[in-house]
Nanobody
């Protein structure tokens, strides 16, 4: 079992920045992929970014490339999502997820464990 706890969400003005954290516990994550997804009201959950724990290979959805950065800290067993130049359309509940594998995956079905979510609200 893997437990994931997100933090760092909040209210920010458009153009601002937030850093989300996802603290993982329960088992070694060296053979896992870690992902961030988001879900806006009335919309389906969508992939945002992912990183492989072993090689730190990253992948982003097109709309966040150049603005968001996913990273991980081995010592803290924590994954981060640095979000810069935030836009109104980034408003959503952000979820951290973990799934077995060595290659980045963008489908939610590839992830077995999910956090409770953290709200990010971008205002004009």
């Amino acid at each position: 079992q893997v437990q994931l706890v997100e933090s760092g969400g909040g209210l920010v003005q458009a153009g601002g920045s937030l850093r989300l954290s996802c603290a993982a516990s329960g088992r070694t994550l060296s053979n896992y992929i870690m992902g961030w997804f988001r879900q806006a009201p009335g919309k389906e959950r969508e992939f945002v970014a992912a990183i492989t724990w072993r090689s730190s290979t990253t992948y982003y959805r097109d709309s966040v490339k150049g603005r968001f950065t996913i990273s991980r800290d081995n010592a803290k067993n924590t994954v981060y999502l640095q979000m810069n130049s935030l836009k109104l359309e980034d408003t959503a509940v952000y979820y951290c997820a973990a799934g077995p594998g060595l290659l980045v995956r963008t489908m939610a079905e590839a992830y077995d464990y999910w956090g409770q979510g953290t709200q990010v609200t971008v205002s004009s």
